[in-house]
């Protein structure tokens, strides 16, 4: 009985050594980082009123994106973390296409539905480089 008193104890000690550990590296950034965030703005950031990106709606699709923007000036297509649940027959697939010094249009793909892409979100950022 006092064997398993002792392992228990360890454990919880031991246990709330990692926790402190982990809280106390965690702490608050460099003031470089910082800086680094508070330049670029955070993803879905609306455009100003009278800009292109602020035409591009939610729902559209690819045609109607060029329609109003032109060609991308580059794209990226890639898997989102649900291409890895096994039943999942929902939206697995992004494209970004990236507009130099005016931001990014994201389009949702379905692979298993075959759905047409369609814009899931408009990012505002005028220091896109567009690569």
């Avoid at 965030?37 to 939610?58: C, E, F, I, M, R």
């Avoid at 990226?76 to 027959?89: D, R």
């Avoid at 899931?120 to 480089?129: F, G, I, K, L, Q």
Wanted: hydrophobic content about 35%.
């Amino acid at each position: 009985m006092r064997l398993w008193s002792r392992r228990i104890v360890s454990l919880v000690s031991f246990s709330l050594l990692i926790a402190l550990v982990a809280c106390a590296s965690g702490g608050g950034g460099s003031s470089s980082e910082s800086s680094a965030t508070a330049a670029k703005p955070p993803k879905g950031v609306a455009a100003p009123a009278g800009h292109k990106l602020a035409k591009v709606a939610v729902g559209m699709k690819p045609d109607q994106v060029k329609e109003i923007l032109g060609d991308p000036s580059s794209q990226t297509t890639y898997m989102t973390g649900k291409a890895w649940i096994p039943w999942y027959f929902g939206p697995t697939h992004q494209t970004d296409w990236k507009y130099k010094s005016q931001g990014r249009v994201v389009f949702v793909n379905n692979r298993w539905s075959g759905q047409i892409q369609t814009v899931t979100r408009v990012d505002y950022d005028p220091a896109e480089d567009g690569q």
